[in-house]
């Protein structure tokens, strides 16, 4: 057992401060070194030599540090000391391009200094598990096999593309975790991002309409507060809590039902848990209550930008309210609705919160999606390659589905017009 003491807190900021003092100082030569590229130029031939040589120098120094930290089979960098070596080698070599070089004129140099951070972070964090798990998605990785492979996803020598499609053969031909099979899950899956979706589109531009309209300053901030209050607690404290209110026994749902079945004798408490039903109705129940306030925020904020010139004019021309919400805020609000539309499909479609802390999937796997029926394939099954080929084919569906709601919605008909 491992016992907190301060030193060993002290120990241990020390080793995220160093590794923080190691970003910085790393993104910083990156950014010198960028930075000498597009805003200064050779003096004369001689230094147009020299900065060429020691540009190199620092480009292969640079390609070596990423191979060790990235291709090389254990992925082991150098030691202390030569890097040290190196980057005094390289801020010495950035000197003399500077000294041997004079400023010149770049329309786009900063665009590069501000985007070279963010490039190595997406490179980082999301270009490299990309690969990684692209490479895993060839393997045939289980918790039995994972010691014999090479997971560095530079090297494909223990995937193959017979193992790529026997992953995905297997996925759409046997089951994804115990017993539920491919297409009743994403039949499942469907169902609950449609229902989710439709409420949340529903319910917050029912809620915006009602914060838009004229009120005092003080009540309509009230009003905005308490509604945004469930979208700003976590998820997890939320969940929790829900996971306890659905309970049969002393659950807030059933106690209240319990007293409308002493008025209504046909009402009365439900297996909110137990039956695969009611299990159902419960996590979206919940996630409905979690996800209006953000639509209701997105929607207000779009329905504030239309000006008021627009209904003047439509009232004018005889248009009651069904008419100008059909043909004056619907029209205006696309270029709000269609994105928040787009993002709240992927985050219901893969929203492995609710489902996972209220019901873990059950009773017998019936409130399973498909991202939690891939979270148990690989952390319950320890199938890691049938995992990888799982996720990207989610990952396919969600892609595919993006392109076909804007070309249908027409949302990007202006960016080419």
Not at 152 to 171: C, R
Not at 238 to 251: A, D, T
Not at 325 to 335: A, D, E, G
Request: charged letters at 10%.
């Amino acid at each position: 057992m491992i016992s907190l003491t301060l030193d060993a807190i002290l120990n241990s900021l020390g080793s995220v401060g160093k590794f923080v003092l190691l970003v910085v100082a790393g993104v910083a030569l990156l950014e010198a070194y960028v930075y000498l590229l597009v805003f200064r130029r050779p003096r004369n031939v001689v230094g147009q030599v020299v900065n060429l040589i020691l540009e190199l120098v620092i480009a292969a120094g640079l390609v070596y540090l990423l191979y060790q930290a990235l291709v090389a089979a254990k992925g082991s960098l150098p030691p202390a000391n030569v890097v040290a070596l190196g980057a005094v080698v390289a801020i010495v070599a950035m000197v003399v391009i500077y000294f041997l070089s004079e400023p010149k004129a770049a329309h786009r140099g900063l665009v590069w200094i501000l985007l070279t951070p963010a490039l190595l972070g997406i490179s980082f964090l999301i270009i490299y598990p990309f690969l990684f798990e692209l490479k895993l998605a060839f393997t045939d990785a289980s918790m039995g096999t994972i010691k014999n492979i090479n997971l560095t996803p530079f090297s494909w020598s223990d995937a193959s593309l017979a193992k790529g499609i026997n992953n995905l053969q297997t996925l759409f031909t046997g089951t994804v975790a115990h017993d539920a099979t491919f297409g009743q899950v994403l039949v499942r899956t469907i169902l609950w991002t449609v229902i989710n979706v439709v409420f949340h589109v529903s319910g917050g531009m029912g809620l915006a309409l009602l914060l838009n309209r004229p009120m005092k300053t003080w009540v309509k901030g009230l009003y905005r507060t308490l509604l945004v209050f469930p979208w700003a607690i976590p998820q997890t404290i939320v969940c929790m809590s829900l996971r306890n209110e659905f309970n049969f026994l002393y659950g807030f749902f059933n106690v209240m039902l319990r007293r409308v079945n002493e008025v209504l004798p046909f009402v009365g408490p439900v297996s909110w848990l137990q039956n695969p039903f009611w299990a159902f109705v419960a996590v979206c129940i919940s996630n409905i209550w979690l996800g209006i306030p953000f639509m209701m925020v997105i929607i207000l904020g779009g329905l504030q930008s239309i000006s008021r010139e627009y209904y003047e004019a439509a009232e004018m021309d005889g248009a009651g309210a069904w008419r100008q919400f059909r043909n004056v805020t619907l029209p205006l609000l696309q270029p709000v609705i269609t994105p928040s539309v787009i993002l709240g499909t992927v985050w219901t479609f893969n929203n492995i919160n609710v489902i996972w802390l209220i019901t873990q999937g059950g009773p017998q796997e019936k409130t399973d999606i498909l991202v939690t029926s891939l979270y148990k394939a690989a952390f319950q099954f320890y199938r890691y390659g049938f995992s990888a080929m799982f996720a990207f084919v989610i990952f396919g569906i969600l892609l595919l589905w993006a392109l076909f709601y804007l070309r249908v919605s027409g949302s990007t008909k202006s960016l080419y017009e």
